[in-house]
Nanobody, 122 residues
Framework: QVQLVESGGGLVQAGGSPRLSCAAS????????MGWFRQGPGKEREFVAA????????YYADSVKERVTISRDIAKNTVYLQMNSLKPEDTAVYYC???????????????WGQGTQATVSS
């Protein structure tokens, strides 16, 4: 099984460009698609981005696709979410997820990290 640990959140000024990381343990990491979701205060969890097991295919939510990039380093068992031009409405807990298949529906993902808080100040 894959275990996931996110990092890279914190307090960020509007316009900032933090990079979130998700370190995975487990020998099957390379066979899983990876995704990033977020949950803002008082909001439902929403899809942000996903990447196929090979890294060849990436998927983005329309609301963020021009400002985020997802990537993975199989050798390091790590997936990244580069975020740019952050806005206060991007404030959320960001979760990393793993599953054999990609879906924009968070309920379809099998494994989850504990989340990392990113707070964007105006």
């Amino acid at each position: 099984q894959v275990q996931l640990v996110e990092s890279g959140g914190g307090l960020v000024q509007a316009g900032g460009s933090p990079r979130l990381s998700c370190a995975a343990s487990g020998r099957t990491f390379s066979s899983y698609a990876m995704g990033w979701f977020r949950q803002g205060p008082g909001k439902e969890r929403e899809f942000v981005a996903a990447i196929s097991w090979s890294g060849d295919d990436t998927y983005y939510a329309d609301s963020v696709k021009e400002r985020v990039t997802i990537s993975r380093d199989i050798a390091k068992n790590t997936v990244y979410l580069q975020m740019n031009s952050l806005k206060p409405e991007d404030t959320a807990v960001y979760y990393c997820a793993a599953d054999p298949d990609v879906s924009t529906n968070w309920a379809r993902w099998a494994r989850w990290g504990q989340g990392t808080q990113a707070t964007v100040s105006s």
